[in-house]
């Protein structure tokens, strides 16, 4: 759950020159966010419409997610000043995590089901992390809060389900998540590409 900043005139026209630079050359590639945002949106189809039968492609495809969100998340930390290696750190777990996922999809699935509670509890704390990190520049920072708070009472409700009933919350949540990222990618793009405009 990430957003981008979207300063105003005033806000852009008090950078720096080199400030105003690097916006404007990340501005040129937003176009990058929109692919990405896309095909979240696609693999979030893609998963909402499998079976049982299916957890095999299922694990190999949340794989991909770990892997996509840990190289986003290595991106990001190279545009921040603050917190850089929680960004790196969360970046290279979630890129072992989805190697390893890939290689190994049915227990992948299985041990994930396993541990999800854990998982929505670790990734509501990534969310929260996240909201009071971009409290200053982001004024719907809050959502990210909000949907942090969400994510840590379905943590605590999950841990208490059968494991039946784990598998299938895997397969939603990892649809769920691909779709809300698509989302979130989609508007960065725009916000991005208007941001260029302006400068």
């Known amino acids: 759950m990430q957003a981008t900043p979207n300063p105003s005139a005033d806000e852009l026209s008090d950078l720096p020159p080199e400030g105003r630079e690097a916006l404007k050359q990340m501005s040129n590639y937003w176009w990058v966010w929109l692919v990405i945002g896309i095909a979240w949106i ?77 998982i929505f509890l670790l990734v509501g704390f990534t969310w929260i992390f996240q909201a009071f990190s971009e409290k200053d520049h982001n004024p719907a920072w809050w959502l990210g809060l909000i949907a942090g708070i969400l994510m840590l009472i379905i943590a605590f409700w999950t841990a208490g389900q059968l494991a039946g009933a784990k598998e299938v919350l895997l397969v939603i949540f990892a649809g769920v998540w691909a779709l809300m990222a698509g989302i979130t990618d989609i508007v960065r793009a725009f916000q991005l590409k208007a941001i260029g405009s302006r400068l």
């Not at 290696?85 to 970046?91: I, K, T």
């Open 42 to 118: 696609i693999i979030s189809l893609v998963i909402l419409q499998f079976t049982e039968e299916s957890l095999d492609v299922v694990g190999i495809i949340i794989g991909a997610m770990f892997i996509g969100a840990g190289i986003q998340y290595f991106i990001l930390s190279t545009l921040v000043d603050r917190w850089r290696w929680v960004w790196m750190l969360l970046g290279t777990l979630l890129i072992i995590g989805g190697v390893v996922a890939i290689f190994n999809p049915a227990e992948t699935f299985e041990a994930v089901a396993d541990v999800l509670g854990f």
